[in-house]
């Protein structure tokens, strides 16, 4: 069985490119709740809704059809990437609600199990109670999750915070996306699929664990929109932009072999269209290709003080993390420089 | 000989399919340039990058409307050996049908009224152009030939098969001996090595 066989997109890469989002959004109000801290307004990872003085709830979902045919690994994903949106604002998961699309007769009852149990592991990984959730049959399968964390509102880490003098240390490699169109070509290699499996995986928990012993500045993940499309989002501040240094970007395997044979996804199109005015430097085809990869349960992106940033990077890789340098904050507010 | 030309339609197909389409067909070859229509920006973008990967020359005809046809012109004569190490050929590309290969020997289908058999082979042809799944070649041989000759009544359905990515072949000892050869006017000519070649490489359907 072949799970995405029943899809037409994959992963996050069926995302609404953020244009179009942009343009659906605009113009949308609701009311100003004293409690209200983070909306679909911004671009935060998540909503904020405040419950206390030093408690607030976080709130995101997020679904999609599946990336890889185990449905095992895929509800793992699934839950990986829910989760992410939670650890990109520092907070910690508590429940989880389930969305489920299955295409009952197509493929039968035992994936679907298969897809709940990965997620749930992933879950319960996490120490998040999942509540339950809400099925509807669909001719393409989708699973996601509903997931809501706490954070002390005062201490979440927002993604447009940046500071001058920072660095960027980037948690997961990039290319899942390409990986993906590969492995639909039925030409991945071996090596490329495992390592984009492991990655999807893994949950970033033990990061933003590391992540939250040190003065973070501002902190997001990487998914969707991609590397730059996120890092746009980081640089929308007041105070400063951000550069990416391509030559300190984590590549899954045999990626830029996959984006020069044409396997490039759609929504890399969309994601260049949508964010490619904020981008300077080196806009070469082989860079936009990587950098706006749609990555599904991509890493964590945090700036932190240029002091603090061998450190944690040393702590990160210490649990385990593979973490790398790939940039610094400063220049333009609103600019991402590609050098 | 004039250069040939191989069409592919792949409007509507998601990523990757026109790239793992163009690739299959660049491995199999048998034409100078391969001709791919698509109309999504995206599968444009990505035909312009797999040609240049496959050493070809690359072309693009903007249509207008999104729709653009990409041009691919082998050099040398085997399409990069980069690819098929990189990334050997799947099986089964969706799009086509069990049957490679589809024989008409005809230009009717089946014994005892003539225009009973024409208008079943007309049926057929047209209900090709309308298939989901359609062969990879179909074959003319004996009066089957004449289906593909200029004034036949399936001649139309036959060209839009072609863009559909099927080859279509004329037997070119049959084409001479109706006095035909010069008359044409959908496909390539080709011989009995050609034609047995074809019909022992995989499943064939014979009608006719």
Redesign the interface.
Same mark, same amino acid.
């Given at each position: 069985m072949k799970l995405t066989a029943h899809t037409?997109?994959s992963g996050c890469g069926a995302k609404l490119g953020p244009g179009v989002l942009e343009q659906a959004l605009c113009g949308l109000v609701q009311p100003a709740y004293p409690e209200l801290l983070a909306d679909f307004s911004g671009s935060e990872d998540a909503g904020l809704f405040r419950l206390g003085p030093h408690q607030a709830l976080v709130q995101t979902v997020d679904f999609f059809p599946p990336i890889v045919d185990d449905p095992h690994l895929f509800g793992r994903i699934a839950a990986a990437n829910a989760l992410s949106d939670l650890y990109a604002m520092g907070a910690r998961p508590i429940t989880a609600l389930a969305l489920v699309c299955h295409p009952l007769k197509a493929l039968g009852l035992e994936p679907l199990k298969a897809m709940l149990a990965g997620g749930l592991a992933a879950l319960t990984e996490a120490g998040c109670a999942l509540l339950g959730g809400h099925s509807i049959e669909d001719p393409e399968p989708k699973l996601g999750y509903a997931v809501t964390g706490l954070v002390d509102p005062d201490r979440a880490w927002r993604n447009n915070t940046l500071e001058p003098g920072g660095r960027l240390i980037l948690t997961k490699p990039i290319g899942t996306g390409l990986v993906n169109? @590969?492995l639909? *070509?039925?030409?991945a290699s071996p090596a490329a699929r495992a390592a984009a499996e492991t990655t999807m995986a893994t949950l970033n928990k033990v990061a933003a664990e590391v992540l939250a012993g040190f003065p973070v500045q501002a902190c997001t993940d990487v998914t969707g929109f991609g590397l730059a499309g996120h890092a746009a989002e980081m640089a929308m501040g007041d105070r400063c932009g951000l550069s990416l240094c391509m030559a300190q970007v984590p590549l899954l395997p045999?990626v830029q072999?996959y @984006? *020069?044979?044409?396997?490039?996804?759609?929504g890399?199109?969309r994601n260049r269209e949508g964010r490619l005015r904020f981008l300077r430097g080196d806009l070469s085809?082989a860079n936009l290709d990587l950098l706006f990869d749609p990555q599904t349960s991509g890493g964590l992106l945090a700036a932190l003080p240029a002091a603090e940033a061998e450190a944690a990077l040393a702590a990160l890789q210490a649990a385990g993390v593979p973490a790398w340098i790939v940039g610094e904050t400063g220049g333009a507010p609103g600019f991402v420089q590609i050098v | 000989m004039s250069p040939t030309c191989r069409r592919l339609d792949a409007r509507g197909l998601p990523c990757p399919q026109p790239v793992i389409l163009a690739r299959k067909a660049l491995a199999e070859g048998g034409f100078d340039t391969l001709e791919i229509t698509v109309d999504e920006a995206a599968s444009r973008e990505n035909l312009l990058k797999f040609g240049a990967y496959a050493k070809c020359l690359v072309e693009a005809v903007d249509e207008g409307g999104g729709l653009a046809r990409i041009c691919l012109t082998p050099q040398g004569s085997a399409p990069a050996p980069a690819l098929a190490e990189v990334c050997p050929l799947p099986e089964g590309v969706p799009g086509v049908g069990p049957a490679e290969v589809v024989l008409l020997s005809a230009d009717g289908i089946g014994q005892g009224d003539p225009e009973l058999a024409r208008l079943l082979m007309r049926g057929f042809i047209y209900t090709l152009t309308e298939a989901e799944l359609v062969p990879r070649r179909l074959l003319l041989m004996n009066s089957g030939v004449r289906l593909a000759v200029e004034g036949s009544e399936s001649l139309a359905n036959l060209q839009k098969l072609e863009t559909r990515g099927v080859e279509v072949l004329a037997c070119g000892t049959c084409l001479e001996f109706f006095g035909l050869t010069s008359r044409l006017a959908v496909g390539g000519m080709t011989n009995m090595y050609e034609i047995a070649g074809h019909l022992m490489e995989g499943p064939t359907l014979s009608l006719g």
């Open positions: 037409r997109f169109m @590969a639909r *070509a039925e030409c045999e072999d @984006a *020069a044979m044409g396997l490039i996804p759609e890399t199109y085809a | -």
